[in-house]
């Protein structure tokens, strides 16, 4: 089982950045899918996630200004981040929890984010 996060960089605040991730290994339509974040010094939080109905949630911090996303048969998972902020920067994280369970327990490696105002 492996989560591929792609897609960060550095971008001047208002710009915008996709994230993707690829998933193997695992019976994709059964699990939820996740994008985390950890900013130094800070705790890791759940940026958006996506049923695989399409489903969404998003924190309030990114609500209208980040669109979680997911392509099925492609086993991917998208994160158009618009209008960031420096307050984004953070090292990014997709992730995968089976649907029945609460707890997110498939991870990627992170993709770092920076947003220089």
């Known amino acids: 089982v492996q989560l591929q996060a792609s897609g960060g960089g550095l971008v001047q605040a208002g710009g915008s950045l996709r994230l993707s991730c690829s998933a193997s290994?695992?019976?994709?339509?059964?699990?939820?899918m996740g994008w985390f974040r950890q900013a130094p010094g800070k705790q890791r939080e759940l940026v958006a996630a996506?049923?695989?109905?399409?489903?969404?949630n998003y924190a309030d911090s990114v609500k209208g200004r980040f669109a979680v996303s997911r392509d099925n048969a492609k086993m991917m998972v998208y994160l158009q981040m618009n209008n960031l902020k420096p307050g984004d920067t953070a090292v990014y994280y997709c992730?995968?929890?089976?649907?029945?369970?609460?707890?997110?327990?498939?991870w990627g490696q992170g993709t770092q984010v920076t947003v220089s105002s």
């Open positions: 992730a995968a929890r089976y649907v029945t369970i609460s707890r997110f327990s498939i």
């Open positions: 290994g695992l019976n994709f339509d059964n699990y939820v």
């Open positions: 996506i049923t695989s109905g399409g489903t969404t």
